[in-house]
């Protein structure tokens, strides 16, 4: 199961940082995202984390959205900088397991002044 925290209100400019605990499985074996929908839209990747630490981002947040993972406290964090209008949508944490694809519950996060 995926528990994510820290979505809400920031004004554009601000930053926020979510978090998603993993609450049982070999956390660090696992890739692990962060996705978001906004409304109308389709789901779109954010970035990628892997076991070995490598990481990677959608040009649209690239070298404003941090992800970083804590092996020990089976967290993985979305730190968001620089947030714009755009950047409004529920963020979802991700497990992907071959055929299978675990989703936390998402979490709320609007940019607006």
């Known amino acids: 199961q995926l528990v994510e925290s820290g979505g809400g209100l920031v004004q554009p400019g601000g930053s926020l940082t979510l978090s998603c605990v993993l609450n049982e499985g070999f956390f660090s074996t696992f890739n692990m995202n962060w996705y978001r929908q906004a409304p109308g839209k389709e789901r779109e990747l954010v970035a990628h984390s892997s076991p070995g630490g490598s990481t990677s981002y959608s040009d649209l947040v690239k070298g404003r959205f941090t992800i970083s993972r804590d092996n020990f406290k089976k967290t993985i964090h979305l730190q968001m900088d620089s947030l714009r209008p755009d950047d409004t949508a529920v963020y979802y944490c991700?497990?992907?397991?071959?055929?299978?694809?675990?989703w936390g519950q998402g979490t709320q996060v609007t940019v607006s002044s």
């Open positions: 991700n497990l992907p397991l071959g055929s299978v694809s675990i």
